[in-house]
């Protein structure tokens, strides 16, 4: 997983430049998979959820939209380490506050920043 994520880092271009869901280089052969399972922490109260979302689709939580464009596992262990890309915007601002691959095994790698919500990916299925 570090290999990929240094494949990642390096293949990113400049601080700052946005990744489509298509420009992930990954030496690591993975699969699509149609399920991402999120969870959710609302720090304003404390509660988290375990939150479920079609790629393609686009879910609520608190005042987050999060939009699934895709998510990919490794297809010799495909309930090994997942990666999301995600398009998560608060509903009260027109740009996303974040939009790009999230990683299971490394949250804080690239993380939502909100200052009430925490979103991070946990793992994706196939159904």
Known sequence: MIRALLALALTAGPAGAALSAGEVT????????????????DNLNGISRDLEVRVGETLSFGQLEIEAEACRV???????????????????????????????????LSALDHPRYDV????CSMS
Request: net charge neutral; no cysteine; aromatic share 10%.
């Open 120 to 123: 991070w990916v946990v793992s």
């Open 74 to 108: 490794p297809r010799d262990d495909p309930k090994g380490d997942a990666e999301a890309f995600l398009r998560i915007r608060d509903v009260r601002d027109t740009a996303p506050r974040f939009s790009g691959w999230m990683f299971a095994s490394s949250p804080a």
């Open 26 to 41: 990954n030496p690591e052969v993975t699969v699509a998979a149609g399920v991402i399972h999120l969870r959710g922490l």
